[in-house]
């Protein structure tokens, strides 16, 4: 079975905290996605990567920040948190094969900005 | 803009019944189609995969995909109280790099 684990579960920042949410995978994937999910809005995607060292920006990147420089770990940073980013983060991972696989996703991190 | 379309709901059904979910897409090039669970406060959970056109039955579930019309669906069968949560679908072209949820639709069983 796919693993993919975020390192905290909740999670209280003040405002204006750099913030950093790990993800870890144990399948080898190419691709790793971070999402926020808030009530109403659905799943938006932050960033992705296909890569390590790779980074693509996805629909809502403005405020956050992301690293990968191992091929198992994606992070998130938040370099100045602020409360509108209060939220659900979600990571995912998943293959990169022309066989389209599923995402599958952490545990999801609940970020509380104060 | 890539869309993926859902029902918001919620969907009520009774316990026993057939609930059915409806997801349209956009983007005629989409290749891949996913059916996630989403139980309140937690991740979702991947239940069906389809790729070509036609049924594909996994237990109580049966995902149809029509790729003429941008169509996908999930029957759920003889549904369950458990069977409550939000369902997403998601639409991915090649590589899994284009992946789009729709913003799911969410289903109570009534018992």
């Known amino acids: 079975d796919v693993k993919v684990t975020q390192s905290s579960r909740y999670l209280v920042k003040r405002t204006g905290e750099k913030v950093f949410l790990e993800c870890v995978q144990d399948?080898?994937?190419?691709?790793m996605f971070w999402y926020r999910q808030d009530p109403g809005l659905g799943l938006r995607l932050i960033y992705f990567s296909y890569d390590v060292k790779m980074k693509e920006k996805g629909d809502i990147p403005e405020g956050y920040s992301v690293s990968r420089e191992k091929k198992e770990r994606f992070s998130l940073i938040l370099e100045s948190a602020s409360t509108n980013q209060t939220s659900m983060y979600l990571c995912a991972s998943s293959l990169l094969t022309a066989g389209n696989q599923p995402q599958h996703f952490g545990d999801g991190t609940r970020l509380s900005i104060l | 803009q890539k869309e993926v379309e859902q029902n918001s709901g919620p969907l009520s059904v009774p316990e026993g019944a057939i609930a059915s979910l409806n997801c349209t897409y956009s983007?005629?090039?989409?290749?891949?189609f996913f059916w996630y669970r989403q139980y309140s406060g937690k991740s979702p959970e991947l239940i069906m995969s389809?790729?070509?056109?036609g049924d594909k039955e996994d237990g109580r579930f049966t995902a149809q995909l029509n790729k003429a019309s941008q169509y996908v669906s999930l029957l759920i069968r003889d549904s369950q109280p458990s069977d409550s949560a939000t369902y997403l679908c998601?639409?991915?072209?090649?590589?899994?790099?284009?992946?789009?949820f729709g913003p799911g639709t969410r289903l109570s069983v009534l018992p």
């Open positions: 399948m080898d994937h190419e691709n």
């Open positions: 983007d005629r090039g989409s290749q891949s």
């Open positions: 389809i790729y070509s056109n």
């Open positions: 998601a639409v991915t072209g090649n590589y899994g790099q284009n992946f789009v």
